[in-house]
């Protein structure tokens, strides 16, 4: 079946730490998003890309990095410098063409200890 | 830019029951995408309908209807018949349709709880 992974469900971190949230995809879709999305409110764009080897800041990128090396693969890592990681992080992408909607990961749920 | 605003934080429906989720949207591009979204408790995003703002008519898919007033700059979810499996948050959210940088980013609202009662 075709859909969006994303593991693990649940990650517990230390301050100080960073650490590596993944999202595959076998949809064959050339862009990928991540999303952030605390209680009680709605989503917001953390990176996105459009296409293998390139990326671009969303609305919210500071402390947080991405990669994008193969079309199945875009992992996002959330570093020390960010100030309130608690949140859950959600992967998506996209097929060709403005009409389609975006395709959803079951999500991970980030917590700092 | 764009803005999506669901003004109703919670709703109550009971079972079987039709019930309308608002929906309002700001832009100022003359071409765009509304699309609904239902996030259940287990926090996957489910597509549910789309509407483009050159359709001439309502979207609908099964018990999901879309009423769109584009003079208004309002995309309404009906849910006809409400079952116990769609309480759920819903999600209203919009795309420019010329978008150059072809980057399909979905702006969201911030939205609505729906709570079925048996």
């Known amino acids: 079946d075709g859909g969006i992974t994303q593991s693990p469900k649940y990650l517990f971190r230390k301050e100080g730490q960073n650490v590596t949230l993944s999202c595959e995809q076998n949809?064959?879709?050339?862009?990928m998003y991540w999303y952030r999305q605390d209680p009680g409110q709605g989503l917001r764009l953390i990176y996105y890309?459009?296409?293998?080897?390139?990326?671009q800041k969303g609305d919210i990128a500071e402390g947080y990095s991405v990669s994008r090396e193969k079309k199945e693969s875009f992992p996002l890592t959330v570093t020390s410098a960010q100030k309130n990681p608690t949140a859950f992080y959600l992967c998506?992408?996209?097929?060709?063409?403005?009409?389609?909607?975006?395709?959803f990961g079951p999500g991970t749920r980030l917590t700092v200890l | 830019a764009q803005k999506i605003t669901q003004t109703q934080p919670g709703m109550f429906v009971q079972e079987k029951e039709a019930v309308t989720l608002d929906c309002t949207y700001d832009t100022s591009d003359p071409s765009y995408g509304l699309f609904w979204y239902k996030q259940p408790s287990s926090g996957e995003m489910i597509f549910l309908i789309y509407q483009g703002s050159y359709d001439q008519q309502n979207a609908t898919e099964g018990r999901y209807s879309l009423n769109f007033q584009k003079a208004r700059k309002s995309a309404n979810l009906v849910i006809s018949a409400s079952q116990l499996g769609d309480s759920a948050m819903y999600f209203c959210a919009m795309r420019d349709l010329y978008s150059g940088a072809g980057s399909y980013q979905l702006t969201f609202g911030k939205g609505t709880k729906l709570s079925v009662i048996p």
């Open positions: 998506a992408s996209n097929g060709d063409g403005l009409e389609h909607e975006q395709f």
């Open positions: 949809l064959n879709h050339d862009a």
């Open positions: 890309s459009q296409i293998v080897n390139d990326f």
